[in-house]
Nanobody, 113 residues
Framework: QVQLVESGGGLVQPGGSLRLSCVASGFTFSRYSMNWVRQAPGKGLEWVST??????YSADSVKGRFTISRDNGKNTLYLEINSLKPEDTAVYYCAKGISLESWGQGTQVTVSS
């Protein structure tokens, strides 16, 4: 069965950095596009970034600050997040495939001084 386990979140000051990880199992990781989606407190889901093959796509709100990448040998998806802002506070989820058919449990990122 598909499992996605995120980690790497935490409390960070504005301007700080984090690297989120998502370890995948139960499917052939390299064959699927992967995504990061976030949900801020009291708000809906917001698409953050997608990696398809070697191509990456990011929302305008994070472009230039967030970088999605993957290591197919480790079945792991990453999100490098820099220059964090308070409005980046959210639960960050990784999701499998074009249709986002499977999700992890999320990892909390809190940006506060």
């Amino acid at each position: 069965q598909v499992q996605l386990v995120e980690s790497g979140g935490g409390l960070v000051q504005p301007g700080g950095s984090l690297r989120l990880s998502c370890v995948a199992s139960g499917f052939t990781f390299s064959r699927y596009s992967m995504n990061w989606v976030r949900q801020a407190p009291g708000k809906g889901l917001e698409w953050v970034s997608t990696i398809i093959g070697g191509r990456t796509y990011s929302a305008d709100s994070v472009k230039g600050r967030f970088t999605i990448s993957r290591d197919n040998g480790k079945n792991t998806l990453y999100l490098e997040i820099n220059s964090l802002k308070p409005e980046d506070t959210a639960v960050y989820y990784c999701a499998k495939g074009i249709s986002l058919e499977s999700w992890g449990q999320g990892t909390q990122v809190t940006v506060s001084s």
